[in-house]
């Protein structure tokens, strides 16, 4: 991923203070000390985030980023399963990329004591709701404004990020070790379990849209009977007299 010379400053104080936050808490980490890590001014930091705990939004952010970068390239005849599979797979990802994940899946583990860090946290996966809403929105051919589909985008966030955090506690916290087909079956489970749209499934291209779908060859149905008129008696001997006044003589 390409960052800007600005982004990249971001990023390095973010890596930084996670370094920091993980190691000795967030409570024991000032300004200063991740100013000193970093090889800035304390300044320095101060212009590129309002506090420390937001120093590690770059690293919280790339996370859904690079998953939604992951979905951009989703072909439309693959399931999500074997689509997850292949981008999820290390050796796809930098050394500098997975020694980020790592960090972030330490910082998740901690996030239960650290209720500003959390905070952080959620807010990161939030604004990625419209990302979320975009992709989901351009696989089904419907505008990311209909409520239905951002309905689906908050659903799919919440689900990844729960899944992020059980991954990341149980892998820190209890030291079990997940394997790549793991991880894409449990994320690909969530997904599945809150979508209210079939996104998840190979989906047809439908470059005219609606338009082209093909005319509808129901036959249409019968005309209902007319119902006839009852003939009363004395129509009945009316009808001779009247028949015979149209005979020509």
Known sequence: MTFSRSEASRMMVARTAARLFAGQGVAATSGGDIAAAAGISERTVWRYFRNKESCVEPLFAQTWQRFARELRCWPRHLALELHLAD????????????ADMVLVVRLIAALPDEPDLRSIW??????????????????????????EVRLCAAAVMGAVRTVDEAISRTAVCDGQAFTTEQVVAQMARAIRAVSNLPFCDPVAARPFGDAAAPPSRKKPPAPA?????????????????AAARRTPR
């Open 122 to 147: 959620l807010h990161s996966y939030h604004d990625g709701e419209g990302e979320m809403a975009a992709l989901i929105g351009d696989r089904l051919g419907r505008s990311h404004h209909d409520f």
């Open 225 to 241: 009977p007319v119902p006839r008129k009852a003939v009363t008696p004395k129509a009945k001997e009316k009808a001779p007299a």
């Open 87 to 98: 981008q999820f797979a290390l050796d796809r990802h930098t050394p500098e990329e997975i």
